[in-house]
């Protein structure tokens, strides 16, 4: 069953077209995620498949009923309400089932009422229960806790957090809802590893569907099923997570490139027979064939090799303009060799790196070094050492302190104690989250001629398209840029350094999938040293060749040595022995406590058992008389035994729940 198809969708911005020709169905179930270069319009297709906005053209049906909770990147909603308040909403309908409960319990106390109020209570609680109003206030609990919140922060006006606060209070809110269709746009921007780690095994267990764009290679590993890329040419579904995609891509451009390349040799193979036979005895086939090949050259170049490639000319005709009078065979022969290899690549970044200088072995090495600030200590590093053409990275929750490290080694901020050596022949590179060495009044030509102040304009501007700032981009102030296009502009300040040290703080944030790709490849390409604080677990596992690990909770920074695959799996193996050894010591205590009860608290507890169900007996025996009495039998002797038996049974129900009131009474 489909929650949502889509025909023909396209999105125009005034003459500017965002897409076109898009057609899709999201099953019952699906974890699709959306990927593809910034500004090809993923964004604007979550939308409108969300119906917050209106196509140009095209339809889209909706299952009935279908509940949609949509996340966009920044969650600029206005509440007054606290973050526990908010993760309440959702809640309405139980919360008011459980004061009606509690007003029923009330009424309890009349006599006259209890019969009819006791029907209606069991009624109604068993439908709270249905609905989960046992487990909600834990729900909250376990989502909030898990999305990176803490206990203290429940109350806080949601006007008084940060943006990221927002958005991450509003996916909070949307798990919680338990929507048949989540809409999830980077969902993972605002959190850190463990809280990123908590959200993939969520949705693994989540019972609807979900539709997410996200640059997070490896949340997308863990989590999607299907990938959809948009590209300039067209859109593409492929089944699996993003590695199966990487593999899926590479087998259809290895494809179109083969048939390419046959195609190619086929029209230079008709040209040949074309000029051979133009001007002799077979002039009419050769002039019939170039009448052929002229309108399927226009067909290529109009509609590319793949559409044009095995429809019929009655079907091409009805879209590619081919009115061009017939080429001569020089121009048609021109016109092939123009044609170009067919790629679904966007325009990617060029960037390389390369350290003009050999470091020596040890490249950084620290001596009981405590990272922070005055009178507060972030953790405790200790004596650490880094090594020539090792790739470390540095990871922990937000806050934790990585930035500040990394600026403590470049001497921005001093050490609460100890010391930082640096080795010799060191030249630093840093790329900063923030970005905050570019100047924001500066156009990118300065920025990049501030660095390299050698290089002339033509030379900066060609090296900018190399970043893809192209044409009047590069006389952009630096303070319009986006936090993708500030990314880039650092990379390509940091590509002029020559640096054999790289400290890189997030440099994947804000790129797209294709850049990132390109970063990867160059920094696994580099020759030379790098600290790399991301969140980005697909790179950390790429280069990483250590982990350096920030414990928030003791304040310790501890070392690993192996990929991030490699210390995930210990982490897990780890948590699975805490887990056995915490199970082994309840169960020991359990067994413990059990000498203590004496033999007469035994007896007391075997006796209590009986009585309950002697009790529970009676009480059945009396509603079966009370019944019976109620359509009495014409006979007044059987009523009269009837009688007698009621009372009896009465009688001795009494006793029993007097001894068994007095055991209740003693403990």
């Given amino acids: 069953m489909s929650l949502v198809t889509a025909v023909n969708l396209s999105k125009s911005f005034g003459a500017s077209d965002i897409f076109s020709g898009i057609s899709l169905s999201v099953p019952h179930l699906a974890r699709i995620a959306i990927i593809g270069p910034n500004g090809i319009g993923k964004t604007t297709l979550l939308r409108i498949l969300a119906k917050e906005e209106e196509p140009s053209t095209g339809e889209i049906n909706q299952a009935k009923n279908l509940s949609i909770g949509h996340l966009p990147q920044e969650a600029g909603f206005n509440s007054p309400h606290t973050l526990w308040e908010e993760c309440l909403l959702p809640f309405r309908n139980v919360r008011e089932q459980e004061a009606e409960l509690h007003r029923l319990e009330t009424m309890m106390v009349d006599a006259e009422q209890v019969d009819k109020v006791l029907e209606k209570y069991g009624r109604l609680q068993a439908e709270f229960e249905y609905e989960g109003g046992y487990t909600y206030i834990h729900r909250i609990q376990q989502v909030l806790s898990g999305l990176g919140f803490t206990p203290e922060e429940y109350q806080a006006r949601l006007s008084r957090l940060s943006g990221g606060e927002r958005t991450r209070a509003l996916l909070a809110r949307l798990l919680l809802s338990e929507p048949d269709l989540l809409i999830l746009d980077e969902p993972t921007n605002h959190l850190d590893i463990a809280a990123v780690e908590w959200l993939e095994g969520y949705l693994k267990q989540w019972k609807g569907a979900a539709l997410i764009v996200s640059h997070d290679r490896y949340f997308l590993d863990q989590v999607v099923d299907t990938i959809w890329e948009m590209t300039r040419s067209g859109f593409e579904a492929y089944r699996g997570n993003y590695s199966a995609y990487i593999e899926q891509r590479q087998e259809r451009w290895e494809r179109r490139r083969e048939v390419y390349e046959e195609e190619k040799e086929k029209l230079e193979k008709d040209l040949g027979y074309i000029k051979k036979n133009i001007s002799g005895q077979n002039v009419t086939q050769a002039r019939g064939r170039l009448r052929r090949l002229s309108r399927y050259i226009q067909a290529i170049e109009q509609v590319g090799l793949e559409a044009a490639i095995g429809k019929k000319w009655s079907v091409l005709s009805v ?349």
């Fill in 319 to 667: 879209n590619v303009d081919t009115s061009t009078s017939m080429m001569s065979p020089d121009e048609a022969q021109r016109r092939v060799a123009a044609l170009r290899e067919p790629s679904n690549r966007p325009p990617q970044l060029h960037l390389h790196l390369h350290s003009n200088l050999r470091s020596g072995e040890i490249v950084l090495r620290t001596h009981d070094l405590q990272i922070g600030y005055p009178g507060k200590m972030l953790f405790f590093a200790g004596n650490i050492e880094l090594r020539r053409l090792q790739c470390t990275a540095l990871i922990g929750p937000n806050g934790a302190g990585k930035t500040t490290f990394l600026k403590t080694i470049l001497e921005k901020i001093p050490p609460v104690a100890g010391e930082v050596e640096l080795g010799a022949s060191l030249k630093v590179g840093y790329f900063a989250q923030a970005h905050e060495d570019l100047h924001l009044e500066r156009t990118l030509v300065q920025e990049i001629d501030a660095v390299a102040p050698e290089m002339l304009v033509a030379d900066i501007r060609d090296y900018l398209a190399r970043f893809l700032f192209t044409g009047e981009d590069a006389f952009k102030p630096v303070a319009v840029l986006s936090g993708g296009e500030r990314g880039r502009l650092a990379l390509a300040k940091l590509a002029l350094d020559g640096a054999n040290l790289l400290l890189l703080d997030e440099p994947t944030n804000h790129l797209d999938i294709p850049s990132q790709e390109i970063l990867q490849e160059v920094l696994d390409e580099y020759q030379g040293t790098i600290l790399l604080v991301s969140h980005d677990r697909y790179l950390i596992d790429a280069l990483a060749t250590q982990i350096w690990e920030i414990d928030e909770v003791n304040g310790i920074l501890s070392t690993f040595k192996g990929s991030y695959s490699q210390y995930h799996q210990q982490r897990l193996a780890e948590q699975l022995v805490e887990k056995e050894a915490a199970g082994r010591k309840t169960s020991q205590s359990e067994v413990s406590k059990k000498p203590h009860v004496s033999a007469q608290e035994r007896q007391k507890q075997k006796r209590v058992k009986e009585l309950e169900s002697l009790i529970e007996q009676l009480e059945a025996d009396l509603n079966t008389l009370a019944h019976k009495l109620e359509n009495p039998p014409k006979d007044s002797a059987k009523v009269e035994k009837l009688g007698t038996e009621y009372v009896k049974i009465q009688k001795e129900l009494e006793i029993l729940m007097d001894e068994w009131g007095q055991y209740h009474e003693k403990g």
